[in-house]
T-cell receptor, first 116, second 116 residues
Framework: GAGVSQTPSNKVTEKGKYVELRCDPISGHTALYWYRQSLGQGPEFLIYFQGTGAADDSGLPNDRFFAVRPEGSVSTLKIQRTERGDSAVYLC??????????????FGEGSRLTVL | AQTVTQSQPEMSVQEAETVTLSCTYDTSESDYYLFWYKQPPSRQMILVIRQEAYKQQNATENRFSVNFQKAAKSFSLKISDSQLGDAAMYFCAYRRGTSGTYKYIFGTGTRLKVLA
């Protein structure tokens, strides 16, 4: 498809388990962002990539969270030893670049993570 | 650090009427972008309107317009001729224009209800 694709759309896991969330950005978009959105709240920044490198990971809450983008396209958000507080919708967004453009983010539909 | 504040958790408007959503932000930067994003119940966020801080003219997109007051750090969204399809969460967002981090900072959102 032409839009940002996120899988899975829903994930239910048990406390302590490992989870991977995948994001496939729009083709040609070099910037990729991860956000976390809790119920009734605004998106909370986690990390963004420009190409393969993490340009700003200041939003990752702790070392249980990690994200990669090895080839500058698909990105995976990895959460180790999940906790109930990790339950949220994880949003991925991409943009053409971080500079020299209109700044519009294109969002996926999100991955809803529920930790029991 | 930059912050974005939306002080109206919920607003209602009669169909065909006009409504204004408020947003204030705090930054020491002079070059930045401001955005309004819409998130319908389906969850996927879409861009409604964008404003570059260096432009004095307020942005407009069909029925949507902004009132950008740079000195007051205010960025309100006006929706004219409201339609049932406008019902959604609306998020105000900020991003630096040049250098440093290009993360987007979102407010907590305003839920807009449109009454038939």
């Amino acid at each position: 498809g032409a839009g940002v694709s996120q899988t899975p759309s829903n994930k239910v896991t048990e406390k302590g388990k490992y989870v991977e969330l995948r994001c496939d950005p729009i083709s040609g978009h070099t910037a990729l962002y991860w956000y976390r959105q809790s119920l009734g709240q605004g998106p909370e920044f986690l990390i963004y990539f420009q190409g393969t490198g993490a340009a700003d990971d200041s939003g990752l809450p702790n070392d249980r969270f990690f994200a990669v983008r090895p080839e500058g396209s698909v990105s995976t958000l990895k959460i180790q030893r999940t906790e109930r507080g990790d339950s949220a919708v994880y949003l991925c967004a991409s943009s053409l670049s971080v500079t020299g453009n209109t700044g519009e983010l294109f969002f996926g539909e999100g991955s809803r993570l529920t930790v029991l | 650090a930059q912050t974005v504040t939306q002080s109206q958790p919920e607003m209602s408007v009669q169909e065909a009427e006009t409504v204004t959503l408020s947003c204030t932000y705090d930054t020491s930067e002079s070059d930045y972008y401001l955005f309004w994003y819409k998130q319908p119940p389906s969850r996927q966020m879409i861009l409604v309107i964008r404003q570059e801080a260096y432009k004095q003219q307020n942005a407009t997109e069909n029925r949507f317009s902004v009132n950008f007051q740079k000195a007051a750090k205010s960025f309100s969204l006006k929706i004219s001729d409201s339609q049932l399809g406008d019902a959604a969460m609306y998020f105000c967002a900020y991003r630096r224009g040049t250098s440093g981090t290009y993360k987007y900072i979102f407010g907590t959102g305003t839920r807009l209800k449109v009454l038939a």
